[in-house]
């Protein structure tokens, strides 16, 4: 993988997919792939061979907006919510980055003209409280570097961290439910 210095490194990209009212863990997977760009698909199978169910929504980084994932989340009935790239660009330049591209399917036509609308940037804003606030929590519990060697391994490391988060998570919920409840 390429790191931020410009070297390239063995190294793991850990992915979690977190249920936004709750705050849980709901997806987990460990990439040796340099981008995200292709990680969306994947975390949407898993997500519904595991719950049965997939997302009606998806807000994820830049890094994951590629054109293909975002069409094949659209055939899959999930909307996606991700940033368009160099938006304050092309609006300082004079461009409307939220009209239709001449090779945009009707998929990434309707993410562009959607992400151009208020409300889609008000849902965006909410992942930082969800998504990065796990990553954050993960950094802070010292989940950075991992000990074992390997995908599979790394990969066994990242759902013990997804399980021990959820259930932390479960209990301050259910304290919430209790003391609206008492």
């Given at each position: 993988m390429?790191f931020?210095?410009?070297g ?21 997977d460990?990439?040796n ?14 997500i ?39 938006e ?13 591209k ?43 570097q991992?000990?074992v060697?390997?995908?599979p ?11 021990a ?18």
């Amino acid at each position: 993988m390429k790191f931020p210095d410009g070297g390239y490194l063995p190294g793991y990209n850990v992915q979690f997919s977190t249920d936004m009212a709750a705050g849980i863990i709901v997806g987990v997977d460990v990439t040796n792939h340099g981008t995200d760009q292709e990680e969306l698909p994947p975390m949407l199978d898993q997500i519904e061979e595991r719950y049965d169910h997939q997302p009606d929504e998806a807000l994820v980084d830049g890094g994951f907006a590629s054109l293909e994932a975002i069409e094949k989340a659209a055939e899959r009935g999930c909307t996606v919510y991700a940033p368009l790239k160099d938006e304050a660009k092309q609006l300082a330049a004079g461009k409307d980055p939220y009209a239709p591209k001449k090779r945009d399917s009707a998929a990434t036509a309707a993410w562009r003209e959607r992400m151009g609308t208020a409300a889609a940037k008000l849902i965006y804003r909410l992942r930082c409280q969800t998504a990065e606030w796990v990553n954050a929590i993960c950094r802070n519990r010292r989940l950075v570097q991992m000990p074992v060697r390997g995908r599979p391994k790394r990969r066994t490391v990242a759902v013990l961290y997804a399980i021990a988060h959820d259930i932390l998570r479960r209990v301050v919920l259910r304290a919430r439910v209790a003391e609206m409840s008492g």
